[in-house]
């Protein structure tokens, strides 16, 4: 069992950013991925960012070039640094943790934190 705990979340008006992190214990032998998801509400949970134990990313495309997704696999840690946000970024976000990247992105038998909640104002 893998525990994630993240932090980072609150209150930005639009244009402003936010860092979230996410630290991983337990049975992190097991994955080699880490990334987040969000969920806004009524809707589903989507992928937006994830990274590789060796540094592959993969990224939603609304994301790309205000989001980066870095992590420090000495501290089991992932983060994600998002700069230029909008009020349609606001969403309860989630670290997620799995055994490869694809497994990460499709959703396959991720590992979920308790999520952190990112509002924007306009």
């Known amino acids: 069992q893998v525990q994630l705990v993240e932090s980072g979340g609150g209150l930005v008006q639009a244009g402003g950013s936010l860092r979230l992190s996410c630290a991983a214990s337990g049975s992190i032998f097991s994955i080699d991925a880490m990334g987040w998801y969000r969920q806004a509400p009524g809707k589903q949970r989507d992928f937006i960012a994830g990274i590789s134990r060796g540094g592959t990313t993969n990224y939603l495309d609304s994301v790309k070039g205000r989001f980066t997704i870095s992590r420090d696999n000495a501290k089991n840690t992932v983060y994600l640094q998002m700069n230029s946000l909008k009020p349609e970024d606001t969403a309860v976000y989630y670290c997620?943790?799995?055994?490869?990247?694809?497994?990460?992105?499709?959703?396959?038998?991720?590992?979920w934190g308790q999520g952190t909640q990112v509002t924007v104002s306009s």
């Open positions: 997620a943790a799995a055994r490869s990247l694809w497994n990460l992105v499709h959703g396959v038998r991720n590992n």
